[in-house]
């Protein structure tokens, strides 16, 4: 069966201008998450979307990012007006444990981002 | 919120010895705990996981202890190999449901 899927793989952009980053959760998982590694660094939370519930936006690190989820299906990152901080490794992960069951993550391999 | 601290951030072991890396953790609500090992160019992938009403809990070579008193937890991985060589991540799932990580630990296992 097929993982969580990540596209694109690498982007690269100029600053200022905004990105879109797309992840394709393993079907049937209610849960979704994004998280941002930086360069030799941990992984930093980004957001989480369960279900129909409204997103838990508090790892979101300014207002130039966001991101939506369409049902339990795909989610888009966006990061708009690029700043060579966001360079980074996108993370997007789902899980098929509803709110409190705990478990696994499935990871994707990742959305490589660099600003210039 | 949660805030968890891993140490150390690298740790280098020959063949067949132990290595071990511990985790701190603030958030006494917290309940599950799992280990996620991260090859180069992959994202992380579950290793060993324990939930807060258990001890210990032990697969093959790798097993994790959690002190909930402590707050804290640790993983030892027993006759490291070469594969073994990687980043690990502990991780905490808050009372929001959300996993909070540590900062890493970058494992090299020399033959």
């Known amino acids: 069966g097929a993982g969580v899927s990540q596209s694109p793989s690498n982007k690269v952009t100029e600053k200022g201008k905004d990105v879109e980053l797309r992840c394709d959760p393993i079907?049937?998982?209610?849960?979704l998450y994004w998280y941002r590694q930086r360069l030799g660094q941990g992984l930093e939370f980004l957001i989480y979307?369960?279900?129909?519930?409204?997103p838990d936006k508090s790892g979101l690190p300014s207002d130039r990012f966001s991101a939506e989820r369409t049902g339990e299906s795909v989610s888009t990152l966006t990061i708009q007006r690029t700043q060579q901080e966001d360079s980074a490794v996108y993370l997007c992960?789902?899980?098929?444990w509803g709110r409190g069951g705990g478990g696994e993550l499935f990871f994707g391999e990742g959305s490589r981002l660099t600003v210039l | 919120g949660e805030n968890v601290e891993q140490h150390p951030s690298t740790l280098s072991v020959q063949e067949g010895d132990s290595a071990v890396i511990k985790c701190t953790y603030s958030?006494?609500?917290?309940?599950?705990f799992p280990w996620y090992k991260q090859e180069l160019g992959k994202g992380p992938q579950l290793i060993i996981d324990?939930?807060?009403?258990?001890g210990e809990k032990k697969d093959q070579r790798i097993a994790v202890t959690l002190n909930k008193t402590a707050k804290h937890f640790s993983l030892h991985i027993t006759e490291t190999q070469p594969e073994d060589s990687a980043v690990y991540f502990c991780a905490a799932r808050d009372n929001t449901d959300k996993l909070i990580f540590g900062t890493g630990t970058r494992l090299q296992v020399f033959p």
């Open positions: 979307f369960q279900g129909n519930s409204a």
């Open positions: 958030d006494s609500a917290s309940n599950y």
């Open positions: 079907s049937g998982h209610t849960a």
């Open positions: 992960a789902s899980s098929p």
């Open positions: 324990i939930r807060s009403n258990v």
